[in-house]
């Protein structure tokens, strides 16, 4: 059974960094691609970042850019979201996402409130 679970969501203030961490079992996790979405309040959820099996091929929503970086350790079992320049705009929950033999599954989400 796959579980994902997401932690380092919290507040921060605008120009400020946080690293979101996404803990995965249930299934051989170096064998997929991982991904980051976020939902802000009341509008869709948005596709954030992607990365590879070995790291490889990350790719980003432009709206992200140059101040997120996508990384996963296959040791541990885990793929980060290191956020950098954070803008209020980027306040939403954060969620980790895998599609394994077509399932698609989620973590419960981090919060993470950017204001002053």
């Known amino acids: 059974q796959v579980q994902l679970v997401e932690s380092g969501g919290g507040l921060v203030q605008p120009g400020g960094s946080l690293r979101l961490s996404c803990a995965a079992s249930g299934f051989t996790f170096s064998n997929y691609i991982m991904r980051w979405y976020r939902q802000a309040p009341g509008k869709e959820r948005e596709w954030v ?3 590879g099996t070995f790291g490889n091929g990350a790719n980003y929503a432009d709206s992200v850019k140059g101040r997120f970086t996508i ?37 419960q989400g981090t919060r993470v409130p950017v204001s002053s």
Do not use: H
């Open 71 to 107: 990384s996963r350790d296959n040791a541990k079992n885990t793929v980060y979201l290191q956020m950098n320049s954070l803008k209020p705009e980027d306040t939403a929950v954060y969620f980790c996402n895998v599609i394994v033999y077509t399932v698609n599954s989620w973590g």
């Open 49 to 51: 970042a992607r990365i």
